[in-house]
């Protein structure tokens, strides 16, 4: 089974790279470093004992810093490796971890011998693996060293569960390569348990992302981005990690609503969730006939004045969010199952979402359910910018409203602060039994 998979693998790959090599040359696609993908990774020479934290991309990379911080505190003779399977996580793991990673990289190709070169340069005691990336070579080459696998901060939405029960008699077994898993929910339990893994192993500790503290640097590159953009006192609406056709959509509601405002007119922060768009969404402002600029643009005595500013870097989405008056979190409008609400509900934002938000399902439900957040009902993408310069509008001519819902967000997160403690006392176990197994292997 593990062979026709690999066989499997190995020809997606091969019939992949010549759209991901125009993707690299037409729209400025990173590949990252192969060399790391074929798990030709240099030895950590370390007499540490080793966790590996595997994150997929930025939004994995960003909900692993309570936890990292966590392991820090719990186990400081213990050195931390991350990797990230995307270019945008590399550079978010980076930024983040420079300090706290003995070593940042990509994660290897599903295939054996690239996994086991890099299991043989890493020698990890425990790879801990960001919500659900389950790659079944890596689990079971993990599980045939030794090596205990962790899945924390575990999510299985109903759509991701539906596509794995298709093929259940060979999760049945990927699964089953997995020590432990820490889930966000009740239900996230259930449907992994629903496809083979035993419950002894489960448990449920809530979301980490609710644990995301303030970071000082944030607060500073918010000065920066508002001394050289007008944002704070702008009534900044903010669109985040939006996706195609989103930004249109945006771009148009905008438009209505400054024609609303004609006394104190708005302004928008348009940031795309992939940076392989940004010269796509620099067209489209280019076309819409507003007054735009972009971050990575020489600064200039006009960026004051822009209506519309292209946020396109990595890393300081977050800033922005304690300029914004309003923000709206892409994804949701177009089908892609929504982005990162908590980050902006952190901060007191008044949030707006689409109607597709099922990766996020519970913590939407809840600032729902609270008041804490504004979902439009799904309707056709024609509708949309008409029914988002509405909500738009309404929130900003309603100081009072605005305040009120971001308050409740803030709360609804504070309450359920303390997910990153639960999954520490959950890999506990696997971190000190494996230190005594080490230390009493030194002694002899």
């Known amino acids: 089974m593990y062979l026709l998979y690999s066989l499997l693998f190995a020809a997606g790959i091969l019939l992949y790279v010549p759209t991901l090599a125009w993707a690299s040359l037409s729209r400025g696609k990173r590949i990252g470093d192969l060399r790391q993908r074929l798990g030709l990774i240099e030895p950590l020479e370390t007499g540490q004992p080793v966790i590996w ?34 270019a945008t996580g590399q550079d978010t793991a980076r930024a983040l971890f420079a300090e706290h990673a003995l070593r940042i990289f990509y994660f290897p190709l599903d295939l054996p011998f690239a996994v086991r070169r890099a ?9 801990i693996i960001m919500e659900t990336e389950l790659w079944p070579r890596f689990l079971r080459e993990c599980d045939s ?23 259940r008699w060979f999760f049945r077994r990927v699964v089953g390569h997995l020590s432990l898993a820490v889930m966000q929910t009740e239900a996230d339990a259930q449907r992994i348990a629903a496809l083979g893994l035993a419950a002894e192993r489960i448990r449920v500790a809530g979301n980490i992302k609710f644990d995301l503290e303030p970071r000082a640097d944030v607060a500073q590159t918010a000065r920066k981005l508002d001394a050289r953009f007008s944002l704070r006192d702008a ?39 992939h940076p392989e768009r940004f010269e796509e969404v620099a067209d489209l402002l280019a076309r819409s006939g507003l007054a735009w600029t972009r971050r990575t643009r020489p600064q200039s005595a006009e960026d004051a004045r ?6 396109d870097t990595i890393g300081e989405l977050r800033a922005v969010y304690e300029l914004a ?5 892409g994804g949701s409008i177009a089908p892609a199952g929504g982005h990162n609400v908590l980050e902006p509900a952190a901060v007191g934002c008044p949030i707006v979402t689409g109607a597709h938000t099922f990766n996020f399902e519970r913590i939407v439900r809840e600032l729902v359910a609270a008041e804490a957040l504004v979902q439009l009902s799904e309707s056709d993408v024609e509708r949309a910018a008409d029914r988002l310069a509405d909500v738009f509008a309404s929130l900003l001519a309603d100081e009072e409203r605005r305040r009120s819902i971001g308050e409740r967000a803030r709360t609804v997160v504070e309450r359920n602060r303390g997910a990153a403690a639960r999954t520490l006392q959950a890999l506990d176990p696997l971190l000190a039994s494996r230190n ?6 030194v002694g002899k």
């Open 53 to 86: 934290i595997h994150c997929v991309s930025v939004g994995e990379t960003q909900a692993a810093q309570p936890l990292v911080r966590a392991l820090r505190e719990r186990y400081p003779d213990h050195a931390i490796v991350i990797s990230t399977v995307t």
């Open 119 to 127: 299991l043989r340069a890493i020698e990890p005691q425990v790879v």
């Open 145 to 167: 060293m030794g090596v205990p696998t962790a899945l924390v901060n575990g999510r299985l939405s109903a759509r991701s569960f539906a596509r794995y029960r298709r093929v």
């Open 235 to 273: 009534r900044l609406i903010v669109a985040a990690s939006t996706h195609r056709p989103e930004e249109r959509i945006v771009i148009e509601a905008f438009k209505q609503v400054r024609q609303r405002c004609a006394t104190r007119r708005p302004k928008l922060l348009i940031a795309p969730r």
């Open 306 to 311: 822009a209506e519309v500013v292209l946020l």
């Open 325 to 329: 008056s309003v923000v709206f979190v």
């Open 436 to 441: 005594d197994l080490r230390m009493s292997a």
